[in-house]
């Protein structure tokens, strides 16, 4: 017997979930989510929230007042002071996702 792939409601063509492919990775990313959860990686997106491909949990900022919060890391890279881990690939539901900051990976390789 045949499994269908689609379904037709009212006019409109479902997929099965496991049958659409996770978008490709963007750039990096710094990702905040809930319960201080702070990572840093190659983000791609699906159906039930992120992948962070690569990640680090940054663990301390590393920014002083001149060099203030994520938006710093975002824009520069980390800093001396800026300690993460190894993390390999987070998933991180949408409604867990708090801010994500845009950033290149060149800076944080």
């Known amino acids: 017997m045949t499994v269908p792939t689609t379904i037709v409601i009212d006019g409109?063509?479902?997929v099965r979930k496991q049958d659409v492919p996770a978008g490709p990775p963007t750039d990096y990313?710094?990702?905040v989510a809930d319960r201080g959860w702070v990572f840093v990686g190659a983000v791609s997106h699906d159906n039930e929230g992120i992948a962070i491909a690569d990640a680090r949990?940054?663990?301390v900022w590393g920014t002083d007042a001149d060099k203030p919060g994520l938006g710093y890391l975002a824009l520069n890279g980390?800093?001396?002071k800026t300690k993460m881990e190894p993390s390999?690939?987070?998933r991180v539901p949408l409604h867990?996702?708090?801010a994500s900051f845009d950033t290149e990976s060149a800076k944080w390789l």
């Open 29 to 31: 990313q710094i990702i």
């Open 78 to 80: 980390p800093t001396a």
């Open 12 to 14: 409109t063509e479902y």
């Open 57 to 59: 949990c940054i663990r």
């Open 88 to 90: 390999g690939t987070i």
């Open 96 to 98: 867990a996702v708090v």
